[in-house]
């Protein structure tokens, strides 16, 4: 019943900019943290950033820090992650979750090609 459907990707150029979205439909998102992730082939899945149901709070990755930022609009049901000055290394497939590990649903994903 519950599904994450993440669009936005594609390819983009080293330094270039992306925004991905997750629309989730049958789970009302607004009483909970959310989180984007990351897999890269030959990696573990990564934790990129987390946004509390708010949208005040927001946690990122040392990796990412500084060049992402994740917000929320509850009243789309939906979760943002805009990606700057991207790098070669953030190249992965990104997916978003309900943050609480019990909420263990996930998505296809969208793919993040850089290159150029």
């Known amino acids: 019943q519950v599904q994450h459907v993440e669009s936005g990707g594609g390819l983009v150029q080293p330094g270039g900019s992306l925004r991905l979205s997750c629309v989730t439909s049958g789970f009302l998102i607004s009483a909970y943290s959310m989180s984007w992730y990351r897999q890269a082939p030959g990696k573990e899945r990564e934790l990129v950033a987390t946004?509390?149901?708010?949208?005040?709070?927001?946690d990122y990755s040392d990796s990412v820090k500084g060049r992402f930022s994740i917000s929320r609009d509850n009243s789309k049901n939906t979760v943002s992650l805009q990606m700057n000055s991207v790098k070669v290394e953030d190249a992965a497939v990104y997916l978003c979750?309900?943050?609480?590990?019990?909420?263990?649903?996930w998505g296809q994903g969208t793919q993040v090609t850089v290159s150029t």
């Open positions: 946004i509390d149901a708010t949208g005040r709070r927001k």
């Open positions: 979750k309900v943050y609480p590990r019990r909420y263990d649903y």
